[in-house]
């Protein structure tokens, strides 16, 4: 994205409050946080749009600025929110995808055997593991029209919040969904929703967590993993790991 590095920490932690957008507020001190620090993240990305639009340079926010369909570009507010967007996701939600994909690994040994002698499932393992512990765990909607669904009525404009993380366990979508298989074909998973409005940041996330398990894979003899000192992240609709200690084995 063309990001001085110095600017990395205050937007990460710009970015940690980007995602309560996407699950229940806990409480009113984080809506105010939440307020505040996207107010500073969304200005930051205003003035760097500005510098790109006076001196286009070979990076991304330039592409986008420059991108045009059927004669339209996109506007100053669009490009500063799919900034955003595609900053936090290829943070927040893939450090946690890569960690959640460890931990499932460290749990089920005899697949990661499967990967060090197959690593053409590498591609799979990554849908598997975004499918079997998703990092978003909900997602919200709009209903677009009344509608009963197991014996719940919804009114058109209710908002809703579907259990992503439920639908990727839905045992008539996925052959004993309990189990972690990377040879499973987890195409059909719901962990960046579906649609128009599924996340723009998809590819990004499952591009950076096959290059790090495929290098991962290829460059360790072992991957130890202390799930004795597991901490979670305590927030409503992600799983996100706060520590995961992890011991490299070179080959």
Not at 98 to 126: C, F, K, Q, W, Y
Not at 147 to 162: H, K, P, T
Not at 167 to 184: I, L
Request: overall charge negative.
């Amino acid at each position: 994205m063309g990001l001085p590095a110095a600017d990395r920490d205050r937007l990460t932690r710009w970015s940690n409050f980007f995602f309560y957008l996407f699950a229940p507020m806990p409480s009113a001190e984080a809506l105010r946080q939440t307020d505040e620090a996207l107010a500073a993240f969304r200005a930051y990305f205003a003035e760097l749009v500005a510098a790109r639009r006076e001196r286009p340079g070979d990076d991304l926010i330039s592409r986008l600025i420059a991108e045009e369909e059927d004669g339209e570009r996109l506007s100053d507010a669009e490009l500063v929110d799919t900034c955003l967007l595609i900053f936090s996701d290829g943070v927040e939600n893939v450090d946690a995808a890569i960690a959640n994909m460890l931990l499932a690994l460290h749990r089920h040994p005899d697949e990661m055997r499967r990967l060090r002698t197959s690593p053409d499932l590498v591609a799979g393992a990554v849908q598997e593991a975004l499918r079997y512990d998703s990092p978003a765990q909900v997602i919200a909607r709009v209903a677009r029209e009344d509608m009963s669904l197991d014996g719940r009525e919804i009114r058109r404009d209710q908002a809703v919040f579907l259990a992503l993380g439920a639908a990727n366990r839905d045992p008539a979508v996925f052959a004993d969904p309990e189990r972690f298989d990377v040879g499973r074909d987890a195409s059909a998973l719901l962990t960046f929703g579906k649609g128009r409005h599924s996340c723009i940041g998809a590819p990004l996330v499952r591009l950076q967590v096959e290059g790090a398990l495929r290098v991962l894979v290829e460059a360790t003899a072992a991957i130890e993993v202390d799930a004795g000192a597991l901490a979670w992240t305590a927030r409503a609709g992600h799983r996100w790991l706060e520590r995961l200690p992890v011991r490299l084995v070179p080959r």
